[in-house]
């Protein structure tokens, strides 16, 4: 009964590869999020899609692309791999925007780590 | 943009002590404030959030209190046990987006 799920949850690939992380969520929330976790435990948000439509889009390498085929899920792509984009990737989603009265608690996935070598 | 600052980055205490956690804020328009606890392997996971409409929040061993003026708020854990060893985050929110901090590494000594 895992709400929010993301496959793989580990990654392990050359430099120069391409590679997609999917994420599933199963609690009928309207917005999904991406966030890197660095080596410092620092969490920074990447995208948020609500009802599909992208509205968070930080300041992250167009090699970055999400994709949300429906509410359900939001997945990620990351072209021409490099060192610096090993990192744990974690999906969460929320009922509504991040933070709303009453709406906005934020459920993560497991994570997945990529490693870059 | 929010700024948010949480100290310190490392915390140990021994078993059945307190433990503190603080965090200050940047933007005053900020009006939600949850804790998230991370434990090894797993995705972040709410444990108290605060509105700020309220200056204190409790729940059994935790705790969080708010000083809007001041821009501040912290995570009080009293009587803690070695399952509260995890990563701390504070974050805040204007009801767009959150603003993690930084993280605190807690260590409970059994």
């Known amino acids: 009964d895992t709400a929010v799920s993301q496959t793989p949850k580990y990654l392990v690939t050359q430099m120069g590869n391409d590679k997609s992380i999917k994420c599933e969520q199963n609690?009928?929330?309207?917005?999904m999020y991406w966030y890197k976790q660095d080596s410092k435990k620092f969490l920074k948000i990447m995208f948020s899609?609500?009802?599909?439509?992208?509205?968070i889009n930080e300041t992250v390498p167009n090699r970055f692309s999400p994709k949300s085929p429906d509410k359900a899920h939001l997945n990620l792509h990351i072209n021409s791999l490099e060192l610096g984009d090993s990192a744990v990737y974690f999906c969460a989603s929320s009922q509504g925007l991040a933070g709303a009265w009453d709406s906005g608690e934020l459920f993560f996935g497991e994570g997945s780590r990529l490693t870059v070598l | 943009g929010e700024n948010v600052e949480q100290h310190p980055s490392t915390l140990s205490v021994q078993e059945g002590d307190s433990a503190v956690i603080k965090c200050t804020y940047s933007?005053?328009?900020?009006?939600?404030f949850p804790w998230y606890k991370q434990e090894l392997g797993k995705g972040p996971q709410l444990i108290i959030d605060?509105?700020?409409?309220?200056g204190e929040k409790k729940d059994q061993r935790i705790a969080v209190t708010l000083n809007k003026t001041a821009k501040h708020f912290s995570l009080h854990i009293t009587e803690t046990q070695p399952e509260d060893s995890a990563v701390y985050f504070c974050?805040?929110?204007?009801?767009?987006?959150?603003?993690f901090g930084t993280g605190t590494s807690l260590t409970v000594i059994p």
């Open positions: 933007d005053s328009a900020s009006n939600y």
């Open positions: 899609y609500n009802n599909k439509e992208l509205i």
């Open positions: 609690l009928g929330h309207d917005t």
């Open positions: 974050a805040a929110s204007t009801g767009n987006q959150f603003y």
């Open positions: 605060i509105r700020s409409n309220v």
